[in-house]
């Protein structure tokens, strides 16, 4: 098992363009790590990259598609949404 927290930080007054990077190097390394890892053997610890690309496989995995099923029949009007939630991008 291996658990790995790529982060980064910056002061106040870190001007905005410099924060996208920063944000975008901790999104690189983290699918960098995924490619080693496999997203399909990983595991969601509640501080999630709100950019990851691969959030569906990367949060969901193989379940993906069962909860999409069940979101539509429990939520049918997508009442109940978050950043990177099943039927999110819908």
Not at 28 to 56: C, I, M, R, S
Not at 60 to 76: A, C, E, M, S, T
């Amino acid at each position: 098992m291996v658990s790995w927290n790529p982060s980064s930080g910056w002061e106040d007054d870190t001007p905005a363009d410099m924060i996208k990077v920063f944000k975008a190097a901790v999104t690189n390394v983290t699918q960098e790590l995924g490619k080693v890892g496999g997203l399909d053997h990983a595991a969601y610890f509640n501080e999630a990259d709100p950019e990851e690309p691969q959030w569906k496989k990367a949060f969901f995995g193989k379940h993906y598609n069962r909860l999409l099923k069940i979101k539509r029949q429990v939520d049918p009007k997508g009442v109940f949404t978050c950043n990177r939630c099943v039927g999110s991008d819908l």
